[in-house]
């Protein structure tokens, strides 16, 4: 676009034999107070081919009269060496016939000699220029849609509706030719952390170096596709025999895992490849693509890094997992999830302190669920982001109808989670509706969660409204000490199996005894789980830890069970107290 009174600098080729009319045209197109026309002229059609495959112009300005105007062949190999340049066609007659064969063969406007004007040459020329640039516009965008309907946009692989018709395709041409067709799935090991430390602009180049190697690998005769995230699908070459798959997705994960320059450094990720072939797996491409995916959950779930393939047992595993999803998002809705709670314990104040409030799901065939089964399979399905709503609202609930006033409630709450932008907020308001008092509430996540930058965020924002933030599982993951000076926690639980493998005047006696002085002395309240034996509430209070929770002292309850234990003056968990051994207690040090 031009701003007004700007005059456009238009590069014409003026396509003429005659040299009068040549000069006509020019002495007209000097006087557009609209546009400059710098004039090329030729006059043998081969030569104005010539210019337009090494010249850029603006227009095309041809007259038909000297060049074959019956049957228009010039025109018709101007069009398809200016595909970019409209033509304009000047003729001696007034032949709607002829007009109507130009306009058919390309050109953008029909003109008789005898009336053209200065002004309407000019406007011409001009209009025909923007007509032809509003039609490529549009050509351009259908296009762009055509290949976004096909494409992923950032890898431009085939995108999974692509895929689907593809592998179809290729799976009948392989039935056809008698032969069996591998699909390979993959998943990258690690990319979340190029995304974490690097930014999402480098976790996008790393696809695209990613997408790029397959693409190379596989060859141009099979379909590779991104799905989404970090997920790709394949087939395997028809020139790889089936007995040749698996090392050759073994040499290609290797391929896959080389090092990658991105952001200006170097940058290693990993790949866990599932693969499943038919007709003998599957024989549909959505059960191919299935069984494929089967099979790289098998290869992340032994470890990552390596290649599975489709068996039987997969696929009872796959059949079960999908119950399990439709299950639990039925469950989420429809009432079958329940909360039990279990009690924190103070030992030197002799009192509880908070409860921990614990998800389970009585499935109506299967029975009760164990947390360790479903909760996976909610960060799988994306469920774990309304599961862990429908828990926090529950427990807040109950804190605030059925707890005493100085009793708190300590919720899970996963990574997806704290990593969603609004989790402070729905946090917020939760308490703000039930007029909750903020550090009454407490999150709970694991170290390894902490590793997401929006998670941290979201962690100062929790704490500035009030609420307290706890590590759990502490001592499990490979940046537990840089995480208590770091992370904006109030309290540290030790994991149950440091507790459960301590003994007197064994090592991990020591490490338990140097994490409780440690956490102590940094002014946080620590926690130990997983208490079932009076020689571990006492080991624990020997070394300065004074919170516990744990079977010794109380198994999870349903609400109306659990909550009346923090004021029944003879619940049985201040029997376990009796029995703790004051002989040897180091006391803790003094808080600030």
Known sequence: ???????????????????????????????????????????????????????????????????????????????????????????????????????????????????????????????????????????????????????????????????????????????????????????????????????????????????????????????VARLGGDEFVFTVPASVPYADVIPWAEELRTHIEEVYHVAGLETWVGASLGIATAPRDAERPDELTRCADAAMYQAKSLGRGRVCTYTEHLRDMASERFELINGLREAIHGGD????????????????????????????????????????????????????????????????????????????????????????????????????????????LTESACADRQVIRSLHALREIGVRIAIDDFGTGYSSFTLLKDIPAHVVKIDKSFVQRARAGSKDEVILGAIIQMVTALGLDVIAEGIETTEAMNLLYHRGCMRMQGYLFSKPEEARDALPLASRPDAPWRECLERLDDSAFLPRPPRD
Not at 69 to 79: E, F, N, V
Not at 419 to 425: G, N, T
């Open 337 to 444: 999830l329940a909360l039990v709670y279990q009690p924190q314990i103070d030992v030197n104040d002799q009192r509880i302190v908070a409860f921990e409030a614990l998800v389970r799901w009585l499935h109506p065939v299967r029975g009760m669920v164990p947390p360790s089964e479903f909760i996976p399979v909610a960060e799988e399905a994306g469920m774990v982001v309304p599961l862990g709503e429908w828990v926090l609202r529950k427990a807040a609930t109950v804190l605030k109808e059925m707890a005493p006033p100085d009793v708190g409630m300590a919720v899970n709450v996963s990574s997806r989670q704290l990593s969603q932008r609004d989790f402070a907020e729905t946090v917020q308001r939760t308490i703000r509706e039930l007029d909750l008092e903020p550090s009454r509430l407490e999150i709970e």
């Open 1 to 223: 676009m031009h701003e007004e009174g700007e005059s456009q600098q238009i590069e014409l080729l003026l396509v003429e034999e005659d040299d009068l009319a040549a000069k006509r045209i020019g002495e007209m197109l000097s006087g557009s107070r609209v546009a400059t026309f710098a004039l090329h002229r030729v006059t043998e059609v081969d030569q104005a081919l010539y210019a337009l495959q090494h010249e850029q112009f603006g227009a095309v300005l041809m007259d038909l009269g000297l060049h074959d105007a019956h049957t228009l062949d010039s025109l018709l190999r101007a069009r398809f060496a200016a595909k970019s340049v409209p033509i304009v066609v000047l003729a001696y007659q007034d032949d709607e016939a002829l007009a109507l064969r130009a306009v058919k063969s390309g050109a953008a406007e029909f003109l008789i000699k005898g009336e053209v004007s200065a002004t309407l040459l000019s406007r011409t020329l001009l209009h025909a220029i923007e007509r032809h640039r509003m039609l490529q516009e549009v050509e351009q965008a259908k296009a762009r849609e055509s290949f976004l309907a096909r494409n992923d946009p950032l890898t431009r692989l085939s995108n999974r509706y692509a895929f689907r018709e593809e592998l179809g395709e290729a799976m009948d041409v392989a039935r056809e030719n008698d032969r069996d067709l591998s699909l390979v799935f993959v998943d990258l090991d690690g990319f979340k952390a190029v995304n974490d430390n690097l930014g999402h602009a480098a976790g996008d180049e790393l696809l695209v170096d990613v997408a790029n190697r397959l693409r190379r690998w596989v060859g141009e005769e099979a379909i």
